[in-house]
C-alpha cells in the first residue's frame, strides 16, 4: 500500500480496480489545515488524463503490473502475435496496444510487454533496431558537403531522413525511441 506522501511522477497505482501513473505531482501546504497532493493521473488502459486532490491520510494499492519479455512472430488479420518465451504461449496484440511501435517490428524481435493483470497495456522495445534500405534515391558526388539528408524507406515500411551516402539494400541502425537515423551497419 502506498500513502499519499508516496506518490511521485511516473508512479504506478491502483485506483477503483484500474491501473493508473502519476504524470505530475504538485505538494500543497495550505496555511491551515492538512497537507493536499495535487496529481494529474493517466489511465494506462484508456489513456485518459484527469486531476485529483489527495489528502495526506489517502492511501492506494500498488497497480499489479508484470512484464514479460516476449518475442514478435508476426503480424496477420487478427493483429501481431507474440510469443512468451518461458511458456511459448501466443498472444495477440491490436494495432492500439503496438502503436507506433509497428514501424520497428521485425520477426524475432524480443520486446517488454506490459500486463495488468492478463490485459495487455503496451510493449516496449530495445532501444535500437537494424533494419534493411529497401528504397533509397540515388546521390550525386558533393551532396554529403551541404549537409544535406535524404529520405529512405526501411524494410518495415518505416520512412526515416539519414544522410545521403545511405544506399538501397544497407543495414542501418534506427533509435526506437526517437525514429531517428543513428549509423550504418556492416
Known amino acids: 500500500m502506498y500513502s499519499a506522501s508516496d506518490l511521485k511522477k511516473n508512479l504506478k497505482i491502483q485506483i477503483d480496480g484500474e491501473p493508473y501513473v502519476v504524470v505530475d505531482f504538485q505538494f500543497v ?25 489527495f489528502r495526506s491520510v489517502d492511501s492506494f494499492e500498488e497497480a499489479d503490473l508484470q512484464e514479460k519479455h516476449m518475442q514478435y512472430l508476426y ?12 511458456t511459448y504461449e501466443q498472444i495477440h496484440l491490436t494495432d492500439d496496444h503496438v502503436g507506433e511501435a509497428k514501424n520497428f517490428l521485425m520477426e524475432n ?15 516496449t522495445l530495445p532501444n535500437s533496431v537494424d533494419l534493411v534500405v529497401t528504397q533509397a534515391d540515388p546521390w550525386a558526388r558533393g551532396d554529403s558537403v551541404t549537409g544535406k539528408m535524404k529520405t529512405v524507406t526501411v524494410e518495415t515500411g518505416y520512412v526515416v ?26
Open 29 to 53: 501546504k495550505p496555511g491551515k489545515g492538512q497537507a493536499l497532493y495535487r496529481c494529474r493521473l493517466r489511465n494506462m488502459i484508456t489513456g485518459s488524463q484527469f486531476d485529483r486532490t
Open 75 to 86: 503480424r496477420d488479420d487478427s493483429g501481431y502475435c507474440f510469443m512468451d518465451n518461458d
Open 109 to 123: 524481435l524480443d520486446v517488454e510487454i506490459l500486463f495488468f493483470g492478463m490485459r495487455p497495456l503496451g510493449i
Open 161 to 186: 531522413q539519414v544522410p545521403p551516402f545511405v544506399e538501397e539494400g544497407e543495414k542501418i541502425r534506427i533509435d526506437t525511441r526517437t525514429g531517428d537515423y543513428l549509423t550504418r551497419v556492416k
